[in-house]
């Protein structure tokens, strides 16, 4: 399951803009918004909450459930133009102003029908009250607006700010962290490496605190390269089925996408030039301790496997391919090359 993380902020007397009446938050518990707030449907059980005013973070906790009710919802309006865009005057008057400059003593008021969602998150609620800066807060956000009360960001960004600040946060950011997974069919969409260091020195800190985030997301990047290039992925599973080739497996979460003939560029991304292997085969395979024979297509394992019986059991096994659909033969002869002359000499 994907979670993400969001910066909610409870709107109270200090809201900016007068459009909106607010919401009757109970920062503590619950998180209320409708179907008018962007992001509103992106948000689920599960996610990861930074509850916030305008300027201070109160508390995370992880969301338990959402509620979905119908409501009517009461907007203020400018008499003159509609615009929902409303800001208060403290001062002066007259005591309403809109976004396209027109100014009233009083707003005009509009009922429309809304989803009202109600986020719960008591349980799991931490207090952290100004233990990272709005303005952290803020820089952490992926797509970065100030319209936004419900605004996603990168937790691995504030993470140790939080945890040096407020411990009990690193239990509740690792369940966090630990619930993001990938899909059994994912893999990763590009077959080059990312780089993930932001180079530069590293920051000096008084010990060492480990990113469980930077962790967390370096672990699924791995498993995605490791199960191949996505479209070359997805080529192999329509044409030989969702197994592993070799084994038979159907789990398709340790299934990985394997080149006979090791990748050097986009041609060999040939459906052809591909296996389906479990896991541990893909590695065997790709260090030359097994191999497929080009005419038979007979799995042979080589002599130091032997001994051990879940993959000596293997050896002399056909693969499992529809002889319509057997692998490109050139790619299996070079490969079949390397093994024999590694283990088999003259034979």
């Known amino acids: 399951m994907k979670v993400r993380a969001w910066s909610l902020i409870t709107i109270g007397g200090d809201r900016q803009y007068a459009g909106n009446r607010g919401y009757n938050d109970d920062p503590r518990r619950v998180y209320r918004y409708d179907s008018h707030v962007a992001n509103?449907?992106?948000?689920?059980?599960?996610d990861l909450a930074l509850i916030r005013d305008r300027k201070h973070l109160l508390g995370l906790a992880r969301i338990e459930h959402i509620k979905e009710t119908s409501a009517t919802k009461v907007m203020l309006r400018c008499p003159a133009c509609g615009n929902?865009?409303?800001?208060?005057?403290?001062r002066k008057q007259p005591k309403f102003?809109?976004?396209n400059g027109h100014e009233f003593q009083h707003p005009r008021e509009q009922a429309t029908n809304v989803t009202a969602f109600e986020a719960h998150y008591e349980t799991t609620y931490v207090d952290a009250p100004d233990a990272v800066p709005v303005s952290e807060v803020k820089a952490a956000a992926l797509r970065r607006s100030d319209q936004l009360s419900i605004e996603e960001v990168d937790i691995g960004r504030l993470e140790?700010?939080?945890v040096r600040a407020y411990p009990l946060a690193r239990t509740l950011i690792a369940s966090f962290l630990q619930s993001d997974t990938i899909g059994a069919a994912d893999a990763a969409d590009s077959t080059r490496d990312q780089d993930t260091e932001s180079g530069g020195e590293p920051a000096q800190v008084s010990s060492y605190l480990p990113?469980?985030?930077d962790t967390r997301s370096e672990?699924?990047?791995t498993i995605k390269q490791r199960r191949g290039q996505q479209k070359f992925r997805n080529a192999l599973l329509k044409r030989y089925g969702r197994?592993?080739?070799v084994t038979g497996c159907e789990l398709l979460d340790v299934i990985e996408a394997a080149h006979i003939w090791p990748y050097r560029a986009q041609s060999d991304n040939h459906p052809g030039n591909g296996l389906l292997l479990r896991a541990d085969v893909h590695t065997l395979f790709d260090m030359d301790l097994i191999a497929i024979h080009p005419e038979t297509l007979m799995v042979n394992v080589a002599p130091v496997l032997r001994n051990v019986p879940e993959y000596a059991s293997l050896d002399g096994q056909g693969l499992r391919v529809k002889p319509s659909m057997r692998p490109a033969r050139d790619a299996l002869n070079h490969r079949w090359a390397v093994f024999k002359e590694r283990w088999l000499g003259d034979r």
Request: aromatic residues 0%; charged residues 35%; positive net charge.
């Open 219 to 221: 672990i699924l990047r």
């Open 97 to 99: 102003r809109c976004d």
């Open 211 to 213: 990113s469980m985030a």
């Open 84 to 90: 929902g865009d409303l800001k208060q005057r403290k």
């Open 40 to 46: 509103c449907r992106n948000v689920r059980p599960g």
């Open 243 to 245: 197994h592993c080739l």
């Open 160 to 162: 140790r700010s939080l």
